[in-house]
Structure formats: C-alpha cells, structure tokens
C-alpha cells in the first residue's frame, strides 16, 4: 500500500529550490517515488523558459476543469512561428505526456530531455535540424486528482493521476469527435504547428515480458509509400538498434489473442482516428505510440521513455530534409482523394509471422475467491516463439466524392469541422437538388452510454438519392484540401469513429409521426387490396413476427404506407460526385466565397 499522502507531495512541492534544482524533475528529486505533480509541471515551464533563449513557454488552451495547458517550443533560434521554423529547413517533433494521468513517465522524460537538450552540447546540435514542441499535460484535469489509489495494478510513482478529464472524458478516445475542450485546443495547435513527427507517451496495463517500452507505428495502409518506406526503413531500425544497444529491447504493442490467455499468440494493435496516434496519421504525419509497461519500476520506465524520445529526435534530425518533403507530398496525395477508393475500416488476416518474444515464465493458479483461473508471472526471463498476427487487410471501401454538403440545421456536426479547421463553402441562397446519400437499415444501438455518447453500434446502408432542400448557412465541404482523410472519416458513417457512429444523427432514427388504429383499419385495408406485392410481403411479415403486438402490425402498415416519414432513416449528409456540379453550386450558391 502507497505510504505518501497528497499532503507530502504538496509540500516537496513548495520547497525553495536553489537555481541547478529548478531544472529537476519531481521523479528525480524524489529517487523516482514521485511524478511531475501540475504545480512542478507549470514551474518547470517557467524554469525552461527563463533560463533559456531556446526555450519558449505558453498555454494552448484551457482544460475542461479551467487549468491552463502549457506547451514548451524548443527551437535552437527561439523561433515561435511555425513558418519562420519551417523556413529554417527544421522539422517539427510534437511530443505529447499525461494524457492519461495516471500514466505519467512521458512528463519527467520530456522535462529531462528538454533540460539535456539545451544544456548538454552532444545534445544541442540536434536542433540545427529539429524543433520541439512539448506537452507535458494534455490532462491536467487529471493529473489534479492525484491519489495512491489511482492505477493499483502500476509499479508507481507513490501517486498518480486519473485516466480521464474532470468530465470523464479519456481524451484519447476524443481525436475525432472533439467533445473535450482540451482536444479542440490540441487540435488547434496541431494545425498550427503541423508537426512532421507525434509521439504520445502512455503506460499499458497487461501480461508481463521483459520488455520496458512497446510502440505502436502507423500500418503501411495508414501512410503513404514514402512515409511507410521512412518510418520502417530509415526510423524504425535505428531507435530499434539504438535502444538495444542501451539494453532495451522493445517491442510491438501487442495484445494476447485471447485476453490473459498468453498461450493464444500475439496480435498487432491498428489505431484509428479517435485515438491521438490514429488521428495523426489521418492528419498525413507519421506518429508514434509509446507504452512502457506498467510492472516495470517507475525509474525504468522514465528512462526508457527518455531514450526512445532522445532516439527518435536523432532519427528524425539525421533525416529532416527528406521527412518534411515526404509530408508535404502526402498533403497533395491526401487533396487528390476525390474519384478513388479509399478504405474505411481494415480487418486482421489469419496470416501470421512467428516472433521471438522475450517474455517472462508464468503459471496457471486457481482462484480461492472467484473458482476462476488466473496467471501469475515470475521473474524468469524465457524467449518464446510465437505466432503474431499483423496483417490487415481492407474491410469497408468507399469511392471518395467530390464534397460532403450539411444541412444548417446540424450544428453540433458543423462545429466540429470548424473544430478541426475543415474549409468548407457556405450556402447563402436556398438550394433544392437531389443528391446521393445512405438510408440505414438494421441499426442497433449500444445499451450503455461511451465517452458520453449513446454509440449507433451497427447498420446497413444502402445508397440512394434523395430531393434535399439546403436553407442558407449550409455548407459544402470539398474534398480537395489536406486535411481530406479527417473529412472522410467524420462524414463516411462507415468510418469507425464517425460522427453518425457517435450518435450525432441519431434523431433521424426517431419515429415522429403514427398512425390510429382506426385510420388504418381502413387505409390499410385498401394499401392491401390494391397492392398484391404489399400483400404478400404482409402476409410473409405476419407469419415470421407471430408474436407482433397490434400496435406493431398497424405500424408495419403505416411504414408502408404513402405517409411514412421519407426522412427517417436517411443520412442527412450529401455527397457531389461532380467535380462540375460542385463548381456550379459554389458559383451559384455560395457567392461570397469566391
Ligand atoms: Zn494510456
């Protein structure tokens, strides 16, 4: 049981620092049994910044509980704007901690490294070609609820911050559907900036191995050829090489098969764009997951986090010409999107390598207090082969349209583009056309709330084209700008975290309007004599539903009937697969914008 109250903390926290103490850490102060609480967050920033011309301290947003965000720009000229940093040929390496609070180690490395890198001279020449920015606390919600009962299952520090926001929100499911204050302003100072490298820095949860880090990289779907070719060609085997080298080895973030189950094999982990590693990759950037593992000692893991930080800063210098040249072609390849296919959702093969993977010995026991089993490791080292499933390949397929148009009435959807900085047309006179979108069938709702939103969990589309009126201040998202793959996996409900998939839509799954029985005693009867089709289809619904209540048979009817409502259940998003149409619209529509 943790021996250090809040108290203790707090008051390490205040002690008087002599000017060389400023610049440690809160772990190293410590002997590692604490993390950066938020005060040494914030006066470790100030520290940075005051001490150096290189370092340049500022908040970028507030979080949902009102604490300022901070972020520190390290740039060896003390250069702020993002264009006289990119006009210097450097790249920009955005590194991300405490997203999950509890989780905290990525806060104590980036301060070391940020400190190293300014003051050590093997270190400082790196930012001849490489600008940081970093953010210790993305949650800083969370890293004010500090307790020794947070993360029981981690081997420390003594305290540790919460997972989610101050409005239960885990921000690392937040990426696409922006609820969170804290990620409308990450997300601002992402298009600010548009780094040419992400790292987030995380803890996982899990099945013990030997290893103290495993990362996640963007698959080969999720970047283009030239990025893909960088990251596991140039990137990858030189932080592999290097970490080894330092004795430590890592891994893949991988999950077990079946869950505790280490016998049923290894599967690689795909990120999609609600996750911060996902959305980067949609945001045509390579990015980088770090999870160190959370039976390793706190000590361990900083330095594990502080050394693939270091090497990946080296990679990306040694090679920033051609890294920034490579995004800057995967932003034009990303603008040409429209008139191809595009896949949506990607799904594991039953193809596997066999790895050797250094894992730990471990023993089945039973439990005394559930009659269930469970395993425990030991501190034996064992390598294992073993089978690793890693191949996806493209499940859910979509031909890109030309533009997206929104109705003004959905707000809440058009905020959100705003949110992510979308361009997009505004329609200024009322426009009534027939446009192509889905009409959903067989959709089923989750039962329990997630991250806030009552989740659509399952349909079917069909696409169709439907007479739409667009009242003015409806817009036209075109398809031909950077930020192309971020549209589409907010506006394709397919998309795994799109925004119909979050309930934004969900009202147009909503019966209004219904019919009396005693109205349709009567239309029903006469829709069935004059339409034979209908009547065998009634006949066929009638004897697989023998159990439908009278209400039901009457609303079966209604639904067939002319006055059902043409709306319900019909995407109310439209796509323009006309580069021409498109043209025609905006000239004519959207006048002001020209
Ligand atoms: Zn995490």
Redesign the pocket.
Same mark, same amino acid.
């Given at each position: 049981m943790k021996k250090f109250s809040v108290l203790i903390i707090l008051s390490l926290a205040i002690i008087t620092l002599s000017s060389g103490q400023k610049l440690l850490t809160l772990a190293e102060r410590s002997n590692y049994h604490y993390s950066n609480d938020y005060p040494a967050t914030l006066r470790l920033c100030h520290a940075l910044d005051s001490i150096s011309t290189m370092v340049h301290m500022d908040i970028f947003g507030k979080s949902s509980a009102g604490y300022d965000l901070p972020f520190l720009i390290v740039d060896r000229d003390g250069l702020t704007v993002p264009q006289q940093i990119k006009d210097k040929g450097r790249a920009i390496i955005m590194i991300q901690a405490d997203? @999950?609070a509890g /989780?905290p180690e990525g806060n104590d490395a980036g301060f070391i490294l940020v400190r190293d890198l300014i003051t050590n001279r093997r270190y400082v020449q790196l930012l001849d070609h490489v600008s940081i920015i970093f953010i210790p606390v993305l949650n800083a919600d969370g890293l004010s609820r500090l307790s020794p009962y947070n993360r029981i299952n981690q081997n420390g520090p003594d305290i540790m911050g919460w997972?989610a926001n101050a409005m239960n929100l885990n921000l690392?499911r937040d990426y696409l559907k922006a609820d969170a204050p804290e990620i409308r302003a990450w997300i601002r100072l992402f298009n600010q900036y548009l780094p040419d490298f992400f790292v987030d820095c @995380? #803890? #996982?949860d899990g099945a013990d191995y030997q290893y103290v880090l495993t990362y996640a990289l963007p698959l080969e779907f999720q970047l283009t050829q030239q990025q893909y070719d960088w990251v596991y060609t140039t990137y990858l085997p030189y932080v592999t090489k290097k970490m080894y080298g330092q004795g430590i080895p890592i891994f893949q973030y991988i999950s077990f098969r079946r869950w505790a189950d280490p016998t049923s094999g290894l599967v690689l982990s795909a990120f999609n764009p609600m996750y911060s590693t996902g959305y980067v990759w949609a945001q045509n950037r390579p990015s980088l997951l770090i /999870?160190t593992h959370m039976l390793k000692d706190f000590r361990l893991r900083l330095w594990a986090t502080y050394y693939m930080l270091l090497h990946t800063i080296e990679a990306v210098s040694s090679t920033a010409d051609k890294l920034i040249k490579i995004n800057l072609q995967a932003d034009k390849e990303a603008s040409r999107l429209a008139g191809k296919k595009y896949t949506l959702q990607y799904k594991l093969t039953d193809d596997t390598v066999h790895v050797q993977f250094l894992g730990k010995q471990y023993h089945i026991r039973h439990s005394g207090l559930t009659g269930g089993n469970y395993v425990v490791y030991s501190d034996t080292n064992q390598t294992i082969t073993m089978p690793l499933w890693n191949k996806y390949q493209p499940d859910r397929s979509i031909t890109v349209p030309e533009a997206y148009i929104i109705p003004v009435q959905w707000t809440e959807v058009i905020k959100r583009l705003l949110a992510h900085g979308i361009k997009f047309y505004t329609i200024e006179d009322q426009y009534t056309d027939s446009v192509f979108t889905y009409r959903f069938s067989n959709i089923k709702f989750a039962c329990y709330p997630y991250e806030g939103h009552q989740r659509v969990q399952s349909f079917t589309t069909e696409k169709v084209k439907t007479g739409q009126t667009f009242r003015p201040g409806s817009i036209i998202v075109p398809i031909g700008q950077r930020a192309a793959q971020i549209i589409i996996h907010l506006l394709e409900p397919e998309a795994p975290s799109s925004l119909l998939s979050w309930g934004f839509f969900n009202p147009i799954f909503e019966q209004k309007e219904y019919a009396e029985i005693r109205v349709m005693e009567r239309l029903g009867k006469q829709m069935l004599e004059q339409d034979t089709l209908l009547g065998h289809e009634w006949t066929q619904w009638k004897a697989t539903h023998p159990n439908a209540s009278q209400w039901q048979q009457i609303n079966w009817l209604y639904q067939h009937s002319p006055c059902q409502d043409p709306y319900k259940d019909i995407y109310p998003v439209g796509m323009i697969y006309s580069r021409q149409k498109l043209n025609d619209i905006v000239k004519k529509f959207c006048y002001s914008s020209k």
């Open positions: 997203i @999950h /989780e997972r690392n @995380h #803890t #996982t /999870e």
